[in-house]
């Protein structure tokens, strides 16, 4: 079952995993695994629903859901061969509830004998979803950009002074230029690179890399 994306808006802010999470329980005799992790796109989220399946490839379902940074927001889970609606979307309602985006989930299920019906199934994956999430905790993201400022020697140091004393992160590259790579919050990138070219009169080279969420 893939569940189409609802509407929403890229906020200034937004709740994300501070790290990967594991969880395992086990119901009637099946045990339960649920694993999450933060991503950056819909390529990482798939990634990772990849490795998880990968990984526990002899489990009876791994059951995948993603909520990532888009506009809209981009959405998806799956029933995994359980019975529709009992897996899939009770993970993807945990994301939803939380508020949580750019995250992945995936719920692993050894089978242990005993049919647990389309409600016990649900309960037992949206548990599987919500442990992870408690296990990685939750942290308030801001969204980040990237960009490349690119200088001759005389003027790296400007450049990195600046850098140093703004909101963000970078690294610098010495080769025949100076090549910095900067990752800053979107609200302040902008004026970032205004200071750069003003404190450089122009020199500086500034190529913008896009959107990091």
Do not use: C
Request: hydrophobic content about 35%; proline content about 5%; cysteine-free.
């Amino acid at each position: 079952m893939t569940v189409p994306p609802e509407p929403a808006t890229v906020t200034d802010s937004y709740r994300t995993l501070a790290g990967r999470g594991e969880a395992a329980f086990e119901i009637s005799g099946s045990e339960f695994i649920g694993h999450a992790a933060p991503v950056t796109d819909v390529d990482a989220a798939e990634a990772f629903v990849d490795e998880v399946a990968t990984e526990y490839d002899d489990a009876t379902h791994n059951v995948p859901a993603y909520r990532v940074r888009a506009e809209p927001i981009r959405e998806w889970a799956s029933d995994a061969d359980e019975p529709t609606g009992s897996a899939g979307k009770p993970a993807l309602n945990v994301l939803q509830q939380e508020e949580l985006e750019n995250v992945a989930v995936v719920v692993t299920r050894y089978y242990g004998g005993t049919k647990l019906g389309v409600g016990g199934l649900a309960r037992a994956y949206a548990r599987g979803v919500k442990d992870a999430i408690d296990d990685a905790g939750i942290v308030e993201e801001r969204p980040h950009e990237r960009f490349t400022v690119t200088v001759e020697y005389d003027d790296s140091g400007t450049v990195r002074g600046i850098l140093e004393s703004t909101p963000g992160e970078f690294e610098a590259t010495y080769e025949a230029d100076v090549r910095f790579t900067v990752r800053a919050p979107v609200a302040d990138a902008s004026a970032v690179r205004d200071r750069l070219r003003s404190a450089t009169s122009g020199r500086a080279t500034i190529e913008t890399e896009g959107d990091q969420s």
